[in-house]
């Protein structure tokens, strides 16, 4: 087992941050650019844990999820743009409390 | 082979009736009925040489080669389903009168759909496809999928072409139906996994589930389970609250085969199913059953009565009347039994023509309510002849097929339960109150003269001619029911030991 | 030689289909020919068959076909025809065809005559099925088929919801007897194993000692049906009502027949009778009791139709009288005269309402005998017969009746008492309405007289009433000898007196007026006691009260279905919940995040705390 320049805890705690922050960004941003954005830094934050837990225990494993995470996140963003035209399109504007046509 | 290619005639003619409508509007019921015809011819024609049907042979439920017809291939054999599907005397009464009335539904949709043909008599053939797997299905995966497939196009049947609350009707007839087949399916379920745990294999079959040895407890609870998907098809008291919006607000042809074919499927089921699966538990419910039966047909009597709608009426008149056959069921002898098949074949008849009436009415009037009738003998006394027959059959006359039907049951009954019985002749008075009520308030009376007397028509040759069938069926089954009784003995004599032992006489 | 016996029934039948299924195409010479034709045809086909066994009075039997065949109840299309059965089909097919002769005229002018014939010839055949049938099934059959035409004929103008209203009333008070009658049969085929009736009245002698409890019940039970269809206490109400059909159906069915069928039922299964001696006092105080009753409301009637109605009534009291006292043959008997002497008074009656522009209420008649002279003296004789003044049919009759009811052992001579007080109300209210109706000052005139094809049949009638006493019935072979004493002299010469004392009253009270009664009716008690008759006693207010309005009530409650209100509380439960959570779907994704985190935090913690233990 190779000794990390960084403590495996170190990394987690900013993984653990850095996901708290974005998910903290999704639950109080209104603009659906933003919130998307803070996805990202969510997903970003977990392929932060992924790289380093795969560091630690030497596995390749991690480095693979990392690149699969992203080629998810690459998806995600083209969906999820689109979806955002389309929201722009419909209600002209981009704050999602506006955008409240599903409410019971 | 025979068997499927009947229910198969039926449903690819559907499809070739739904196709058929690009043709013109009136090729899709021409179309239907062909089909309906010559599936009979089909099914009669495979039937006359049956040297098991001229000697008249009982059937003994647990062997499958002493039936008139049996089929059977594996379908999935790892849970024990197969295809298979077996024709005795009971199934092939009800296949005849499935068949016969759904002509007839035919003619009643002759004039009265006005939009859809195509899909309309498709959903009819469908419909009737799936009664005739339900009569002649004996697995009982395949039975409870036969189940389904009768309710769907019936559903879409009352959604569609009903009346002016159908939504709310075809969904109250759906759930009411789906939520009891649940009910059966889980029972279902359950009896095969206690088959396995004393066999060492699946089956599905209804001749291997006979006689499936299990726990006094057990037993009861899946009983309840079919008798209440068997009792809210019938229907019974206290479930019949489905029934008369659903025929109040589905078209003519659909309450012609809900009432004259669907509701047997219930009565089948209790005949066929309940009572020989589970005796045991079944004749220690049959007090209960037996009290339901009287109550149903009080109660039908009395709303019956209290209605001003002449569908509404005639439904509950349907619920009086299949207190009947639940008396005839539980029972349990065979003067009872064969009241209770009799009633089936007999109030068939008679409530298709008098929904048939009740349509024709609506057709020219655009009205239900017999407050706006009255006197309608006057401008139409064909009709009102038609209405007064099937009204006297309807609450009981000699001669006719019902009054044979509720004699034996009665008498039947007067064996287990001489009490209950005099209770359940009251019926007899009641139905002739309501009976005649509809009489009095739609066709006799002073003619209203809010009715422009000229624009009202009398029945034509059309309607004419499918009421005489029912006419002359009613006839010969209140002075001669003798065939239909010894077809149904086939099944009765020897079905009759599979039930309720403690109640033979 | 009698191979032709189902012809009988099947004659009037045929017709009766053709007239249903050709009402529209026929001619009215037509319909009259068939209607009246083929019942005349059953009529001399029965005096074949009458000449026939008087020579060989040998009962036959002739089975057609099973009817149904389930285990051991195997009733079947059977006919059985004894002297008995004679009787009865000679009253049906003879008065039957004199009626329709009748009917021929006073309906011709009804828009739907086919119709009329039709449910006419449809009611001769099922009531020629119920007095032939072998088993009581069958019998049920024609039971029902008679209260059946009966219901359409009484309800024949049907554009009068009075008329539909009568013959609703008809069917379902009938069928209440019916019901309960029916019940007999299912006991008696339980008890029994058969409902062949010559079997089961031998099979019942085997198997029960006179007085057991089970005879008195089947008793009881066949007496409902009879005092259902023949209208006795308690189920009379129906047949004044039932005066609203054209008169002559009253004739045929509400005087000369389906109202004895009662009366037939008990004299065919008298063995069954025999073992209840109970079971026949219940019939003879039953009977007794409706003359009496029936009498005195005859006495305060006003419409015509309503007074030979109630005599009816009384007059089929008089044969449940004689019946329950064990005088089958009185009791046939005068089932005989009084079909002649009442079809011939409802005839008549019915000549004068056709003569009249439909008028009922006697007051206003008046002096018709010199303007209506056939009708006249038919009705007189008529009236005598029912009076039963000596020399008359009725007269050998009631007579019989009465000498044979002070013999009966327990109770006999006030059973005589109560006749004779029933003869004497008789005598009065039957010339109550001749001096009425015929002498006195004119109030109206009639257009017309009759012709003949209404002629014919009120002085062939006529004769009838006359001679019917010196019949002799071909029933010695069907009822058991009675061997009574001939009671005191005096009894006789009492029962013979009454009547005359009572016409001679009725002569006082209503044409001589020597006597008036004026203080007597005008009092307090008199017009209440007046009222109370004219009403009926008061007996369907009663039936109204107890049971017609309460059922009306009970369908108007629960006509919107009570059983349904549990699933809509269900379908109710369910659409308050979701009204309450659909209020959580804001549509703000924000809120969804929130909540879906809390969520997520939540579980993580307590999956924390569980799995992984305390943290």
Redesign the interface.
Known sequence: MNELAVPLNHLLFLSGLLFSIGMLGVMIRRNIIFILMSIEVMLNACALAFVGAGAHWGQPDGQVMYVMILSIAAAEVAVGLGLVLQIQRRFKTLDMDQANRMRG | MVLVNLILILLLGGVVAAVSERVSSTTPRQVALLVIVLAFLYLVSELSGLDSLNQLQPSTPNDPNSWLIHFKASWIPAFGISIEFALDGLSLLMVLLTLVLGAIAVSASWTDITERHGFFEANLLWTIAGVLGVFMALDLFLFFLFWEVMLIPMYFLIAIWGHENRGYAAMKFFIFTQASGLLMLVATLALVAVYRDSMGHYSFSYFDLLNTPMAKNTAWWLMLGFFVAFVVKLPG??F??WL?DAHTQAPTAGSVILAGILLKTGAYGLIRFTVPLFPDAALEFSNVALTLGVAGII?GA??A???TDFKRLVAYSSVSHMGFILLGVYAWN??AL?GAVMQMVAHGFSTAALFMIAGSLQERLHTREMPKMS?L??SM?RMG?MA?FFV?ASLG???LGN??AE??V??GL??VN?WL??LA??G??TG??YS??LM?RS?????NPQLETKTLTDFGSRELLTMAVMVIALVVLG????PV?DIA?MTIASTLKFGLPGAMP | MTDYIWLIPILPLISSITLMLGSAYLGRSVIATLGVGSVGLAAVLTGALAYNFLHAPEPIHVVYWTWMQVGQFDPSIAFYFDGLTLVMMSVITGVGFLIHLFSSEFMEHDNSYARYFAYLNMFVAAMLILVLADNLLLMYLGWEGVGTCSYLLVGFWYQHSANGRAARKAFIVTRIGDTAMAIGLLVLFTELGTLNIQDLVAAAQAKWQVGDVIPLLICVLLLAGAAGKSAQLPLHTWLPDAMAGPTPVSALIHAATMVTAGVYLIARTHGLFLLSPDAMTVVAVVGLLTSLVAAFTALAQHDIKRILAYSTISQIGYMFLALGVGAWTAGVFHLMTHAFFKALLFLGSGAIIHCLHHEHDIFKMGGLRSRMPVTFWSFLIGSAALAALPLTSGFFSKDLILLQAYQQANIGPLLWVGGLGGALLTAIYSFRLVFIVFFGHANTSPDREIGWRMAIPLILLCALSLIGGYFSLPVEKVFPIDDNQHPDQWVELVSISIPIFGVFLAYLLFLGRQLDPGFLIESASGRWLKQFWYSGWKIDRLYDLALVNPYYWIATIARNEPVDKFYQSIVITNQTLNAALSKMQTGRMRGYIVSMVIGLIGFLGLSLFFVAGAV
């Open positions: 008291f206290p019949h609250t008369p109660y009395v709303l009565f209290g209605q065979e003067l064969q006197g003998w006057q006394p002849a007064m006297l006359l000699p001669g009054f044979v004699f034996l009665l008498l007067f064996q001489p019985t005099v002749s009251m007899l008075i002739a109150i005649l009520m009095q066709f006799q009376g002073e003619p002075i001669y029911p003798q009784l003995q």
